[in-house]
């Protein structure tokens, strides 16, 4: 239901048919980046994830969320600056049925004490950090995939933590070579 003259619409101008892929079960998983406010005229980020959750039902396709966390840092539109849309998103998220989680771009963003903001921007970010913080207090495993097969999983080898960097070798280092 997005308007017609607007490049967010499905049915308008399609490069990729994401959908005929998941109808086809042609991917594991899909994250539709759904960068907008329930508000964007062009693009309401209620209705984007209610389709996307309708495209994803009775296929084997996991479907996760792209959420823009750079425009809490970028943007000047009010619902960016003086609201967390984001946190509002992955509250919607747990009505829909289908979604498994959340992706964001930029995780860095996620961390906004770093040097590199600055501004009203970097106001923005640490005004809603305490949201994601909150949100996403404690750690998760990821959930199995149903329609993944069952690999065997080997533990890494070499684990070092090291100022707050953890490295590891995962025992394909010379996967590919001969």
């Known amino acids: 239901n997005t308007p017609l ?3 967010e619409t499905y049915s308008h101008s399609v490069f990729a048919d994401t959908r005929q892929w998941v109808k086809e079960n042609l991917v594991d998983y899909v994250i539709p980046q759904i960068y907008w406010t329930k508000d964007n005229p062009a693009a309401p980020y209620e209705e984007i994830a209610t389709w996307w959750n309708d495209v994803v039902k009775g ?3 996991n479907l996760y969320v792209g959420h823009g966390v750079f425009q809490l840092y970028e943007s000047e539109e ?8 984001i946190k ?9 049925d289908q979604i498994k989680g959340s992706a964001f771009f930029r995780f860095s963003y ?3 004490e770093k040097p590199y903001f600055t501004g009203p921007g970097k106001e923005h970010l640490m005004a809603h950090s305490k949201d994601f913080k909150e949100t996403y207090k404690n750690i998760a ?9 069952l690999g065997k999983v080997t533990a890494p080898k070499g684990v070092n933590l090291s100022d ?3 490295s590891f070798s995962d ?8």
């Open 59 to 61: 296929t084997n396709v």
């Open 164 to 166: 707050s960097t953890i």
């Open 110 to 112: 996620l961390v906004p």
């Open 5 to 7: 003259t607007s490049q």
């Open 141 to 149: 495993v990821l959930p199995k995939s149903k329609s993944l097969p």
């Open 171 to 178: 025992g394909n280092e010379l996967y590919g070579e001969e």
């Open 88 to 96: 509002e998103q992955i509250a919607f998220n747990k009505t829909l």
């Open 78 to 85: 009010e619902a960016w600056t003086t609201t967390n849309p």
